[in-house]
């Protein structure tokens, strides 16, 4: 099975200012038809996970546009341009390439500073 | 406006059964791969099982298999789970979830496997 690692596992930031989270893989990500599907997700305190961005830099909709995926390959990265209060949670990136399974990555933790 | 509603979720003994529902509303639930992903409790996501559009495909983390059932009823837009032998370390929020990227997520239903 694939493994997925995030870093770091916990990020405190200070509001309006960026953060980056980087997600890697054990094996590259590239499917045979040449997508790369590898996506992120938001867990808002108590709440359920909801998708952000999936193969790697698409948007889903009603995301802010502060919030960016990156990368290739084996290594990516989510991006918060100017963090929010609201952006308080814990982010999972999780790969659907080498499935099943599907794996996620054990979570960062983003709080404020 | 897509719409997951997991229900079922109770305390069950260890060696009990449990079947977990979750009715779609807002897509046409025949056109998409359905998944059940669990949390236990204060820990991260774990995928356990997706069922193709019609049911012909059904896959299954190893630790559930031989335990655990997904199924479907497209008449009914309805997910289903049926959970036997259930466990201690089956204790989790268990969410369905759309589509092969998860793109949208139920509110989950909490399963508690204790004596």
């Known amino acids: 099975d694939v493994v997925m690692t995030q870093s770091p596992l916990s990020l405190p930031v200070t509001l309006g200012q960026p953060a980056s989270i980087s997600c890697r893989s054990s094996?590259?990500?590239?499917?045979?038809?040449?997508?790369?599907?590898l996506n992120w997700f938001q867990q808002r305190p108590g709440q359920s996970p909801r998708r952000l961005i999936y193969?790697?830099?698409n948007r889903d909709s009603g995301v802010p546009d502060r919030f960016s995926g990156s990368g290739s390959g084996t290594d990516f990265t989510l991006k918060i341009s100017r963090v929010e209060a609201e952006d308080v949670g814990v982010y999972y990136c999780?790969?659907?390439?080498?499935?099943?399974?599907?794996?996620f990555g054990p979570g960062t933790k983003v709080d404020i500073k | 406006e897509v719409q997951l509603v997991e229900s079922g979720g109770n305390l069950v003994q260890p060696g009990g059964s449990l079947r977990l529902s979750c009715a779609a509303s807002?897509?046409?639930?025949?056109?998409?791969?359905m998944s059940w992903v669990r949390q236990a409790p204060g820990k991260g996501l774990e995928w356990v099982a997706n069922i193709k559009e019609d049911g012909s495909a059904k896959y299954y983390m190893d630790s559930v298999k031989g335990r655990f059932t997904i199924s479907r009823d497209n008449a009914k837009n309805s997910l289903s789970l049926q959970m036997n032998s259930l466990r201690a370390e089956d204790t989790a929020v268990y969410f369905c979830?759309?589509?092969?990227?998860?793109?949208?997520w139920g509110q989950g239903t909490l399963v508690t496997v204790s004596s």
């Open positions: 807002g897509f046409t639930f025949s056109t998409y791969w």
């Open positions: 193969k790697v830099s």
């Open positions: 999780m790969q659907g390439t080498h499935s099943p399974p599907w794996t």
């Open positions: 094996q590259s990500l590239v499917s045979s038809d040449g997508n790369t599907y």
């Open positions: 979830a759309r589509g092969t990227g998860a793109s949208h």
